[in-house]
């Protein structure tokens, strides 16, 4: 009987080996940091939240005369700008459809969110948040707080519904149940985010919301989004109280939006653009 090798066989399986280890570890690998694109964003907008006084130390120059850095209040995102006692809901469509069109809305929602909630002075005496997610159903994401690390916590875990349909009417009386109907305080907002039409009425339940002496903000993004039903939730005037914008760009309506609740509950609003910077020169 003819001698065989068996190095031959070995070494194949070997290699095969090999390769399907360095598959499986760049495909962990990639998943591992999809998983963790989302929150590390969400921390890193609330990482010293709530303390516009750090940063602006003085530092001397060459000619001995004391020089201001570059201001975090000049950048605008990273200091609160609203000072208000205020309950501020959110109300997010969250159905399936929201990334077929555009891959990567729904994360731009929740960044969204956080950088509103980065522009107010979060406690439990001052701006509260909760957030409702919805499709056809309607889900707490978190309740009205004042804690910070809830708040980031929360939004770190949002995650796109599985059902393609969106019901924003029930998610308004969800919102309403969940997040205001208990709160003592006088000032309450409720902002909706919607990028298509609702399938069931939306009227009936904001006018009954907006009765109760809650105001409405309606946001409309993308291409799909039912212009009548967002003025018919929206407070009235209705120019004030309804955003449009396509995904990419809603980002850039933070400060109006939040300059608008702010003010709108007599709180304390102090523009991105004039605030001074808070070490001293000379």
Same mark, same amino acid.
């Given at each position: 009987?003819?001698?065989?090798?068996?190095?031959? #066989? $070995?070494?194949?399986?070997?290699?095969?080996?090999?390769?399907?280890?360095?598959?499986?570890?760049?495909?962990?690998?990639?998943?591992?940091? !999809?998983?963790?694109?989302?929150?590390?964003?969400?921390?890193? $907008?609330?990482?010293?939240?709530?303390?516009?006084?750090? *940063?602006?130390?003085?530092?001397?120059?060459?000619?001995?005369?004391?020089?201001?850095?570059?201001?975090?209040?000049? &950048?605008?995102?990273?200091? #609160?700008?609203?000072?208000?006692?205020?309950?501020? /809901?959110?109300?997010?469509?969250?159905?399936?459809?929201?990334?077929?069109?555009?891959? /990567?809305?729904?994360?731009?929602?929740?960044?969204?969110? /956080?950088?509103?909630?980065? &522009?107010?002075?979060?406690?439990?005496?001052? +701006?509260?948040? *909760?957030?409702? @997610?919805?499709?056809?159903? #309607? =889900?707490?994401?978190?309740?009205?707080?004042?804690?910070?690390?809830?708040?980031?916590?929360?939004?770190?875990?949002?995650?796109?519904?599985?059902?393609?349909? +969106? =019901? @924003?009417?029930?998610?308004?009386?969800?919102?309403?149940?969940?997040?205001?109907?208990?709160?003592?305080?006088?000032?309450?907002?409720?902002?909706?985010?919607?990028?298509?039409?609702?399938?069931?009425?939306?009227?009936?339940?904001?006018?009954?919301?907006?009765?109760?002496?809650? !105001?409405?903000?309606?946001? *409309?993004?993308?291409?799909?989004?039912?212009?009548?039903?967002?003025?018919?939730? +929206?407070?009235?005037?209705?120019?004030?109280?309804?955003?449009? *914008?396509?995904?990419?760009?809603?980002?850039? @309506?933070?400060?109006?939006?939040?300059?608008?609740?702010?003010?709108?509950?007599?709180?304390?609003?102090?523009?991105?653009?004039?605030? #001074?910077?808070?070490?001293?020169?000379?």
């Amino acid at each position: 009987m003819p001698h065989r090798s068996v190095m031959g #066989p $070995l070494r194949v399986l070997y290699i095969s080996i090999v390769i399907f280890h360095v598959a499986l570890t760049k495909q962990a690998n990639s998943e591992q940091d !999809q998983s963790q694109t989302m929150p590390a964003a969400i921390d890193l $907008l609330f990482q010293n939240s709530n303390s516009p006084h750090k *940063g602006g130390t003085p530092v001397t120059g060459q000619s001995g005369f004391r020089k201001c850095p570059p201001c975090p209040y000049r &950048k605008g995102p990273k200091a #609160p700008v609203c000072k208000a006692t205020v309950d501020l /809901g959110f109300v997010l469509e969250s159905s399936s459809n929201i990334d077929r069109v555009e891959p /990567g809305s729904f994360r731009r929602l929740i960044q969204f969110v /956080g950088l509103i909630a980065r &522009k107010f002075f979060i406690s439990e005496d001052k +701006a509260r948040f *909760g957030v409702v @997610t919805y499709s056809s159903r #309607p =889900k707490l994401l978190f309740g009205m707080t004042g804690n910070i690390s809830t708040i980031a916590r929360g939004l770190r875990n949002a995650k796109v519904h599985r059902e393609p349909i +969106a =019901k @924003t009417g029930i998610a308004l009386k969800f919102a309403y149940r969940q997040l205001l109907s208990t709160s003592s305080r006088f000032n309450k907002v409720l902002v909706v985010i919607t990028d298509g039409s609702s399938s069931d009425s939306v009227s009936n339940i904001a006018k009954a919301i907006k009765g109760r002496g809650i !105001q409405i903000l309606s946001v *409309g993004v993308g291409r799909y989004f039912d212009i009548h039903q967002l003025n018919a939730m +929206a407070s009235r005037p209705v120019l004030y109280h309804v955003f449009t *914008g396509q995904f990419s760009k809603i980002i850039h @309506t933070r400060n109006e939006l939040v300059k608008k609740i702010c003010l709108g509950v007599g709180g304390s609003y102090i523009s991105p653009s004039k605030r #001074p910077c808070l070490c001293k020169t000379g």
